[in-house]
């Protein structure tokens, strides 16, 4: 018998802030009053949903043995033993048939970038989780897909300027996830994680590709602003070159927080709880209503 709390805490619903991701191409467009692509982002924002949810439940069930030993992961409704296997399967089909169907309202070749995102989380999950760095990289390109997805879903274009602050900027969050990760096992007096490719002894090194990544990202923006295209879609553009300073102080801080191990092992819970990110977000968000 399927219980529907475990069953919904084991669907992780609040790493579904990720696929809000869907929606930038409509930000970035200035088409987030077009009804009809709101509505098509949304489908494609609850189609990524069901399919990040099922990739969750596949990796529980694959790190089942692993997740009993760790402090927290332990806790899991498959690794505590409240969410049964067989249960966990039937769920992981019933949300993949969900997404299937709401594919059916949008463009075809969003459910190709659907199908794309699933491999992907697969592919991580089974093999790519524990190969050194390229594990990074997936989860970051995990991110971008997404915003590739929302494109799609609403037949806007993603500029290339996009892609490039979105690699960046979320290579940058995936050194976090691995980053703090470490910083944990360090201070539980442990060397490595079972399955993964790092040890405590890359705690450093990890930092400045992320801190690195992070800056780039926010050079990628500036050289974006800079452009004459800009003029383009927005009446006072000027207005957004506050927006840098802002992501710099944002990144700068995360990663001050991670390094003293105040942050969670996942950057997207750590800002969902962080009354800093959310002012950060108003204040873009507000400065490009201003731009406009």
């Avoid at 505590?80 to 969900?98: E, M, R, V, W, Y």
């Avoid at 524990?130 to 997936?138: E, P, S």
Wanted: aromatic residues 14%; glycine residues 4%; charged residues 15%.
């Amino acid at each position: 018998m399927i219980k529907l709390p475990e069953s919904l805490r084991a669907l992780r619903v609040h790493q579904w802030v990720k696929n809000l991701l869907l929606f930038v191409p409509l930000i970035m467009s200035h088409s987030f009053l077009d009804k009809k692509n709101v509505i098509f982002a949304f489908l494609g924002f609850l189609a990524f949903s069901f399919v990040a949810s099922a990739g969750y439940l596949i990796n529980d069930i694959k790190d089942l043995e692993s997740d009993k030993e760790h402090p927290k992961k332990s806790k899991r409704p498959l690794a505590s033993g409240k969410l049964s296997i067989s249960s966990a399967i039937i769920i992981i089909f019933l949300l993949l048939g969900l997404a299937l169907f709401l594919s059916t309202f949008l463009p075809k070749v969003f459910f190709i970038i659907l199908s794309v995102y699933f491999f992907l989380t697969i592919s991580y999950s089974l093999f790519f989780k524990k190969l050194l760095v390229l594990d990074i990289i997936f989860l970051a390109s995990l991110y971008a897909v997404r915003i590739l997805a929302g494109g799609m879903a609403t037949a806007l274009e993603v500029t290339p300027w996009l892609l490039a602050f979105s690699v960046f900027m979320f290579f940058s969050l995936a050194c976090i996830k691995r980053y703090s990760e470490l910083i944990q096992l360090y201070k539980r007096d442990l060397k490595e994680t079972p399955g993964r490719a790092y040890t405590t002894d890359d705690i450093q090194t990890i930092s400045i590709f992320g801190i690195s990544s992070g800056f780039i990202a926010v050079l990628v923006l500036a050289l974006y602003i800079n452009g004459g295209h800009v003029a383009t879609l927005y009446s006072k553009p000027e207005a957004l070159w506050l927006i840098c300073p802002a992501i710099l102080y944002w990144v700068s801080r995360v990663w001050i927080l991670a390094s003293r191990g105040e942050v969670d092992e996942d950057p997207i819970i750590f800002a969902l709880k962080d009354k800093t990110s959310y002012v950060t977000a108003l204040v873009a968000l507000i400065l490009i209503y201003i731009a406009i």
